[in-house]
């Protein structure tokens, strides 16, 4: 059983409250538009990482996290990648990996719209954390926590950290 921190688009932003909310999990994933190493520093002083660069992300980061992640965790097939659409709406890039991988989890970031649903044509969930930076148009900063059991995603939570500061 794995519990897991999923956060996107930090342009460069941690909020100080993210950390008491990833205390309780195994796993921190971040779904790209890191920003900076630092913020990828810190996240992996608290738990161990897994990350995909986002578009706004440069060389260095580009270097140290892949496109795409595509890994099983405690049963779960779980497809992570910044940019992709959603159920119904997929680019033809991410359309073609869930088609030939046939992940349980699909995970993006980028949209800074917080969005769980499922997809029935391919048995696939997917989640987009929304943003938890303060860069882009979204009102609220949001991460998501789940748990990884036995092949099963379950207690998902939806965590709101605050306003968006205005910069």
């Not at 999923?6 to 971040?30: F, N, P, Q, R, V």
């Not at 997929?90 to 997809?119: Q, T, W």
Request: hydrophobic share 35%; glycine share 8%.
């Amino acid at each position: 059983m794995k519990r897991i921190a999923l956060l996107s688009d930090t342009h460069g932003y941690l909020d100080a409250k993210l950390k008491k909310y990833t205390e309780s999990c195994h796993e921190i994933w971040h779904a790209g538009d890191i920003g900076t190493l630092a913020v990828t520093d810190t996240l992996e002083s608290w738990k161990p990482l897994r990350a995909v660069y986002g578009n706004i992300d440069g060389d260095k980061l580009r270097v140290v996290y892949p496109e795409n992640q595509l890994f099983e965790l405690d049963g779960v097939k779980v497809l992570m990648t910044h940019i992709g659409g959603y159920p119904g709406r997929y680019n033809a890039r991410v359309r073609a990996l869930i088609e030939k991988e046939k992940p349980k989890l699909y995970i993006c970031g980028h949209s800074h719209i917080l969005k769980v649903m499922f997809d029935k044509k391919h048995n696939c969930l997917h989640m987009n954390p929304g943003a938890c930076g303060n860069h882009g148009f979204h009102q609220m900063k949001t991460l998501l926590r789940f748990t990884l059991d036995a092949g099963n995603i379950k207690d998902l939570e939806v965590i709101e950290l605050g306003n968006r500061s205005s910069l």
